[in-house]
């Protein structure tokens, strides 16, 4: 089994910054990728940040400049650094894993989802 654990989320004033967590772990051969995504009332899950299986990193139009993600790889551990949180920016932030997991029979590709994270930006 994997799981992704995220933490970090809350409630901040517009221009305020917060910092997420994400940490895969379980049976895991490789991690290929991991990132974040969001998810406000009303609207479509969205890519936020994410580092590809060529370790590239992607941001959507909305973030740039404003939000960073990391990671730790021995960790399995990506980070999201947000700054100058704006109330657009309030949704619940899911962290998810694409990985290469062992069930002591076989490798599969596996792709896990976190329970999710509030954050919450006020004017």
């Known amino acids: 089994q994997v799981q992704v654990v995220e933490s970090g989320g809350g409630l901040v004033q517009a221009g305020g910054s917060l910092r997420l967590s994400c940490t895969a772990s379980?049976?895991?051969?490789?991690?290929?990728?991991m990132g974040w995504y969001r998810q406000a009332p009303g609207k479509q899950r969205e890519l936020v940040a994410g580092?590809?299986?060529?370790?590239?990193?992607d941001y959507a139009d909305p973030v740039k400049g404003r939000f960073t993600i990391s990671r730790d790889n021995a960790k399995n551990t990506v980070y999201l650094q947000m700054n100058n949180l704006k109330p657009e920016d309030t949704a619940v932030y899911y962290c998810?894993?694409?990985?290469?997991?062992?069930?002591?029979?076989?490798?599969?590709?596996?792709?896990?989802w976190g329970q999710g994270t509030l954050v919450n930006v006020s004017p």
């Open positions: 998810n894993a694409a990985v290469v997991s062992d069930n002591g029979k076989a490798y599969r590709n596996l792709e896990v």
């Open positions: 379980g049976s895991i051969v490789r991690v290929n990728a």
């Open positions: 580092f590809t299986s060529g370790g590239s990193t």
